[in-house]
């Protein structure tokens, strides 16, 4: 028998392996971009996490305290030109992030705390962090580490307490 003239004879179960090993891989291939390809980057992103805690140290719930949503504010300095953007996330769970979405440059990032109606808390009930200070760039995160807020839950004083009920 004479195979020179025609081409190799391989046993099925071969040409069934390499079918088989060829879909795998496309398949492999295609579901592997579906993950890359998810996310647009049109500039940086920031995460932060809080925590809530009463005048006295205690940690309180936002429920408890009557905050739905914290604010997260940036203001970006790029090129002399500054404006201010800003975010909201829901309070429980106390962490979140931002879309690639922000515009590269120097931002001065802060929270405010928002009441269950949507209205933001009186300056004089809550005490977050001063303004924190960073270099937004396209495609990377900016993180803020645990932003401590300490609420004015006592309603019964003269001072305001954090979103009465």
């Excluded at 996490?49 to 790029?78: F, K, R, Y």
Aim: hydrophobic residues 40%; contains cysteine.
């Amino acid at each position: 028998m004479n195979r020179s003239l025609g081409s190799p004879v391989v046993p099925v179960a071969a040409r069934a392996c390499r079918v088989t090993g060829c879909a795998l891989l496309g398949l492999i291939g295609c579901l592997s971009t579906l993950h890359t390809g998810c996310v647009a980057i049109d500039g940086g992103a920031i995460e932060l996490s809080w925590s809530l805690v009463t005048t006295a140290g205690e940690p309180v719930s936002c429920a408890d305290a009557g905050v739905a949503e914290m604010q997260l504010n940036w203001n970006i300095e790029n090129d002399g030109v500054g404006f201010t953007r800003f975010q909201t996330f829901p309070c429980d769970p106390p962490h979140a992030a931002t879309r690639f979405d922000i515009p590269t440059g120097t931002a001065s990032m802060w929270v405010v705390p928002i009441c269950k109606g949507g209205a933001p808390a009186d300056c004089a009930s809550y005490q977050a962090p001063a303004p924190i200070s960073r270099v937004v760039i396209e495609g990377e995160v900016v993180t803020l580490n645990a932003l401590l807020v300490v609420v004015r839950t006592d309603c019964s004083g003269a001072e305001p307490c954090i979103c009465p009920p």
